[in-house]
């Protein structure tokens, strides 16, 4: 279960040159970048302006919304990686977000080294990491490559590794942002299959996208950010409707 | 801003439950550094062994010094140094490095802590070979003495974590402080006395070595290495910083820890 009461979320801006702050401070318009201290010396972004939610079992939350919207934060905060300005979060069961596929990746480690790593950052365990290896090998279909170091493989090989380290984990809050990629067209079906099985396993998920065919996949509620603001919440359907007619109008 | 100790402690506590995760991540990092060379991490020992045979040499005769006694003490001189100081370092960059989890994983940081000071007693343990060599050579004793090496590794790990915590959580605010601490420690090696005893200082100097906090860090690894017990005000300022350093840090870490993602 997830809570999220008035959530504000600030980031501070440090080390632009003055004349660049003023300058942002001039341009910026409805307190989106603001000023704060005593002697107004310092700059903040207000990414998420007073969000709530709540998320329980069974959830699948699509976030959608304009870049920097504050759907990148939103799931920052689910994930319990930024603690809000102000606000309450309450988060109950493990969190494992897939912002960044491969924590740990490292290009010197061989492919079964790596999986080592990366699971264990995803919050494997060491029995659980070796029973889902021949998985992991299998999916990827790396054969001998997997001893090797991953500074020898190609982009999309180091993807579908990730991919598939990423995507055996048995998650109960599942944290995606704009999906995960897996590589080559080919491997594009398995990949939905196998993305779609991590999201059957999880309890509840919450993807942030900007693919409408992703969100009305998978999701069962949605919000629209913007500004920072939740602008409408609800059926998927719904959202997605007011999010294109906020696009059309001028 | 509201404290918020259990998260703090939650933070060490989890972190030295992650054994798993950061007792990998010190040897991967050592196995790292070295692949595709041919000896390993015994550069780091065989550059130190350089160091302290051409520096021992020249300068126990610039000081009238037997080899035999000098070159052993420097050499211990120089591998609690060189703990204590890549220790301290390394705790500057320990969050700006770990940026990359930090922002996306939920985790106790104190984990990346424990994998910086346990990889630095991995390197301690190459460079002990040096010692090894040299105190073969000056037939250095081995004494019950020696043993209190354990409990003083043990200290000076203590400390380190409490440093890099602090050190880590300061540098990602203020990228500075790095800059300032590596100057410092650099200044701190000559003035110490590593390279010389403090006896050579003279009794208007000698006295102020007492205060140097990085003599004592240095004194309980060395004493033992050379056979000696350290000296007991050595083993009471040590135990003392760790214990305000422990208690300062906590109060600290409970503020800015939720900070630090914002900081990177």
């Known amino acids: ?250 | 801003m509201i404290p918020q100790y259990d998260v703090a402690l939650a933070d060490f506590t989890n972190g030295i439950r992650a054994w798993r995760l950061w007792g990998r991540l010190g040897w991967q990092e050592i196995k790292r550094r070295y692949r595709r060379t041919v000896i390993g991490p015994f550069w780091t020992t065989l550059s130190l062994g350089i160091f302290v045979a051409g520096l021992g040499v020249v300068w126990a005769s610039l000081w009238n010094q037997d080899p035999k006694t000098y070159l052993p003490f420097l050499c211990a001189g120089m591998l609690g140094w060189n703990l204590v100081q890549s220790n301290i370092n390394d705790g500057c960059t320990v969050f700006v490095g770990g940026e990359a989890f930090i922002k996306q994983l939920p985790f106790p940081y104190s984990m990346l802590v424990w994998s910086g000071v346990w990889r630095n007693l991995i390197v301690f343990g190459h460079n002990l070979c040096i010692f090894v060599l040299i105190g073969f050579y000056a037939g250095v004793p081995v004494t019950a003495a020696s043993l209190l090496l354990l409990p003083a590794l043990l200290l000076t790990s203590l400390n380190a974590l409490w440093m890099a915590t602090v050190l880590g959580v300061v540098c990602a605010r203020y990228r500075d402080v790095q800059q300032v601490v590596a100057s410092l420690l650099q200044v701190a090696m000559f003035v110490t006395p590593i390279f010389f005893t403090r006896d050579q200082l003279g009794p208007r100097f000698a006295r102020f070595v007492d205060f140097n906090v990085l003599y004592h860090y240095v004194d309980i690894i060395r004493s033992p290495l050379l056979g000696r017990a350290p000296e007991v005000w050595s083993w009471i300022v040590v135990t003392g910083m760790l214990c305000l350093g422990g208690a300062g840090t906590l109060w600290f870490y409970s503020r800015f820890r939720r900070r630090v993602a914002y900081w990177l």
């Open chain 1, 1 to 250: 279960m997830i809570l999220l009461e008035d959530v504000i979320v600030d980031f501070p801006i440090y080390g632009s040159a003055k004349s660049f702050r003023t300058e942002l401070l001039g341009r910026a318009t409805g307190g989106f970048i603001r000023r704060e201290g005593r002697r107004q010396n310092r700059v903040a972004v207000r990414a998420l302006e007073s969000v709530s939610l709540k998320l329980s079992k069974g959830d699948r939350l699509g976030i959608v919304g304009p870049n920097g919207a504050g759907k990148s934060t939103l799931l920052g905060v689910l994930a319990g990686v930024y603690a809000p300005r102000a606000g309450r979060v309450v988060i109950e069961g493990r969190v494992s977000p897939l912002f960044n596929t491969a924590p740990g990746l490292d290009a010197d480690d061989t492919g079964y080294e790596n999986i080592v790593t990366c699971g264990m950052f995803l919050g494997m365990s060491r029995a659980e990491i070796e029973a889902n290896t021949p998985a992991i090998a299998e999916f990827t279909e790396l054969g001998d490559y997997l001893n090797l170091p991953v500074r020898t493989y190609s982009a999309g090989m180091i993807m579908r590794l990730a991919f598939a380290i990423a995507t055996s984990i048995n998650p109960e809050i599942l944290l995606l942002d704009e999906g995960l990629g897996a590589g080559d067209a080919r491997f594009a079906e398995r990949a939905k299959a196998r993305l779609d099985s991590l999201i059957e396993r999880s309890s509840i998920v919450a993807v942030a996208s900007h693919d409408e065919g992703l969100i009305r996949g998978v999701c069962n509620r949605a919000v629209l950010l913007d500004g920072g603001h939740v602008a409408a919440a609800g059926g998927v359907d719904d959202v997605l409707e007011t999010y294109r007619e906020r696009r059309s109008r001028p």
